[in-house]
């Protein structure tokens, strides 16, 4: 960059006119039709606030397709028709072809470069129009590496960018630069070769300007503010009104000015004092909740068996209900917003309940266990066939079920090596499929063979009554519903092998040693024994202790 357009950059970004207007675009796509979901992408609108809290005119979007995304851009570039400063903040998944890269809308069914521009929205536009704010301009893009079919031509993920003079792109992992994007009002002051530096685990390009501040300390961008007008008699009182913003207060000033300039503000205040649910909301986003604080209400909430339909950090319908429920159990008017000592009270609430349930769960297992263990004594201790049998049919999931079903395999060896070769191939064919229909094919070819009597057991404990068969698709549809990232089911395989319950490789991938630790961990705390995963389940191996 030449010094001429550098001390351009640093004059525009430092002394912007009187009709200056900073502007910022936010887009988080995180749930994808198509596609593996993007899991912090709509983190990136946490940014929104404290940006209109700096003067910013914001136009942001969650979940947008590729028609929507060029409509909103076209909208904040209506915003930067005069010069200011403009942070663009896009977080999903991204595909690139040559010289182009798109953010991918979650409408795109595997795009393909012929039907890029309709797929999608070209960074090239987007650094265009950062362009055009020289020394003013910061591009945030995250996204994560998650699945996305993507058509002919295109590659997944950002490609190399050409970035324009005078613009700082940084690009990183979805959480990390949404979190990064959201301190940006915190750095006021700061060059953008100081906020470059402070951008740790992400990658920075472009222009690193280290003389002016990005956002200087006053936030000013608008022009010096002119003397205030002679206050009249009416703009005196409505101004003390406001003050006072009482049921009394605002009756008085309709009364003085019933066609005022004010009039239906004073009405629209007194409707507001009318209802108690409206009190509430303001009062709770007075709150400034965060999302990760919604989560921990949402999990509280299940804790205390409230189901909020989700724990996501999104006060949906669902959220609002189980709120109410809880204001009602603990007598309080139920209006589904949360006030700071509710927050509190709801807290302490289901710490309590979570300690409670550990110390039940841990009597429960003590109980099961003891059980488990003379049954044992009675049954499979003995290593006779029979009674290894009957210990598998009382305790599949027990705590000597690895040990039985080892010796009942030395039983087996022993059949296979005395069996004939057609037997012991229909067999292991059997096995090897592992399926209710598989064990029925051999007992029907081998109705007294050497394996006849395992393929009996292993149909016992693969067939399911219409009833079982429902309530197992449900359990699968349930744990689908929680649409969990690889991450996040490692993490209930790592939780689940601290309590020693032997799940396995903690690979995220739910195999049967998997599904039999979660059966176990259920029952030793009372849950529905299902072996999935539901939002109950959940909530409770994110609390126990380990």
């Avoid at 903690?506 to 039999?516: E, I, L, M, Q, S």
């Amino acid at each position: 960059m030449s010094d001429r357009i550098a001390v351009a950059a640093i004059a525009i970004a430092a002394a912007l006119p009187a009709a200056a207007q900073d502007a910022a675009l936010i887009i988080g796509n995180e749930n994808y039709r198509n596609a593996a979901d993007i899991s912090a992408a709509d983190d990136a609108l946490d940014a929104a606030k404290p940006l209109e809290g700096t003067g910013f005119v914001v136009r942001k979007g969650a979940d947008l397709g590729g028609a929507e995304m060029q409509a909103l851009l076209a909208r904040h570039y209506d915003d930067t028709a005069s010069p200011g400063r403009s942070v663009i903040l896009l977080s999903g998944h991204f595909a690139h072809a040559g010289g182009e890269t798109w953010l991918i809308g979650t409408d795109a069914d595997a795009p393909s470069l012929g039907r890029a521009d309709a797929a999608g929205l070209p960074l090239s536009s987007v650094l265009a129009i950062a362009a055009e704010r020289p020394g003013g301009a910061l591009v945030l893009l995250g996204t994560e590496d998650r699945r996305v079919d993507l058509g002919r031509g295109f590659v997944a993920g950002i490609g190399a960018l050409t970035v324009p003079q005078g613009v700082m792109v940084i690009e990183g992992d979805a959480a990390a630069v949404a979190a990064f994007a959201a301190t940006l009002p915190d750095r006021r002051g700061q060059t953008l070769a100081e906020i470059a530096g402070a951008a740790e685990g992400l990658r920075v390009d472009g222009f690193r300007g280290a003389l002016a501040p990005f956002l200087p300390l006053d936030s000013g961008v608008t022009a010096p503010e002119a003397p205030p007008p002679a206050e009249t008699g009416e703009t005196a009182f409505w101004r003390a009104t406001g003050d006072i913003g009482t049921r009394a207060a605002y009756e008085a000033y309709l009364k003085r000015y019933p066609a005022g300039a004010h009039a239906n503000d004073a009405r629209a205040a007194l409707a507001t004092l009318d209802d108690p649910v409206a009190q509430a909301g303001a009062a709770e986003e007075g709150l400034g909740l965060s999302r990760e604080q919604r989560r921990q209400i949402q999990r509280d909430l299940s804790i205390l068996d409230i189901d909020p339909k989700g724990i996501d950090g999104l006060f949906g319908p669902g959220s609002r209900k189980a709120i109410g429920t809880w204001q009602r159990r603990n007598g309080e008017e139920a209006t589904g917003f949360l006030t700071a000592a509710q927050v509190a009270t709801l807290g302490g609430q289901a710490a309590r309940r979570a300690a409670e349930l550990e110390t039940e769960a841990a009597a429960r297992k003590a109980e099961q266990d003891r059980q488990d263990r003379l049954y044992w004594d009675q049954t499979g201790a003995k290593g006779d066939e029979p009674g290894l049998r009957a210990y598998l049919k009382r305790y599949p999931d027990g705590l000597f079920a690895e040990l039985a079903q080892e010796r009942l395999a030395v039983f087996e060896q022993g059949r296979r090596e005395q069996a004939a070769a057609a037997d012991r191939a229909a067999w292991d064919k059997a096995v090897q499929a592992d399926t209710l229909k598989s064990y029925q094919d051999y007992l029907a070819a081998y109705p007294k063979g050497a394996f006849a009597e395992e393929a009996r057991q292993k149909i016992a404990g693969l067939s399911e009554t219409p009833d079982q068969e429902a309530a197992r698709k449900q359990a699968e549809a349930q744990e689908a519903a929680l649409n969990l990232n690889p991450t996040m089911r490692s993490l209930v395989e790592q939780r689940l092998a601290a309590l020693g319950l032997k799940p396995g490789r903690a690979d995220g991938k739910f195999d049967g040693d998997t599904r039999r630790a979660l059966r176990r961990y259920q029952q030793a705390r009372g849950l529905p024994v299902t072996g999935y995963l539901n939002q109950q389940t959940v909530a409770r191996l994110l609390v126990d202790s380990l």
